[in-house]
């Protein structure tokens, strides 16, 4: 499954940023491409086993604590978190936030991940299996050029998750 184009028209405007600029200090140019998106979870276990099950991504990464190193120095942030990949490299990146009180709590201005399917019905059904609550069902979404067949879930820490078929027509 390839991440749905919606989430990269989130970064859009600092891909546009990065790309205006288009030469670093060394005269390289830059080229921006989306790598990853990021959630907080109450539970790192109940959401890798919740993305595994219903988009079958595998763990690239997975850690019990962040070092930081900066020239002034280096911290250690007692934060878990994974990332788990899609068969073409993309990610998600999920940190265990327990308490959202303690740390970085908000999700926004994200409004959802998307992950484009081959049948949307089918794949709300198997999330929903899988512990998603239904956020909007299968519809069709006609958008100027953009066609598509298209649903949204809830993932287990109230993420919005879009799941997306094109349409040529």
């Known amino acids: 499954m390839r991440w749905l184009s919606s989430l990269a028209n989130a970064w859009g405007a600092a891909a546009r ?70 068969q073409n490299g993309r990610v998600i990146e999920i940190l265990e936030n327990a308490d959202p009180a303690k740390g970085r709590g908000e999700q926004k201005p994200i409004n959802h991940i998307g992950f484009e399917v081959h049948d949307v019905r089918a794949m709300y059904k198997q999330a929903l299996a899988a512990g998603a609550k239904g956020d909007t069902p299968p519809m069709r979404v006609i958008a100027g050029e953009l066609k598509a067949h298209t649903a949204f879930v809830r993932g287990p820490d109230g993420e919005r998750i879009e799941l997306v078929r094109l349409m040529t027509r």
């Open 17 to 86: 940023f990065a790309s205006a600029f288009g030469q670093t200090g060394e005269g390289t140019t830059l080229s921006p491409r989306l790598q990853q998106g990021s959630i907080l979870a109450k539970s790192l276990g109940r959401s890798i086993a919740f993305y595994q099950q219903v988009f079958s991504l595998r763990v690239r990464a997975q850690w019990t604590s962040m070092q930081l190193e900066t020239d002034e120095g280096t911290d250690t942030l007692q934060i878990a978190g994974v990332w788990l990949e899609d």
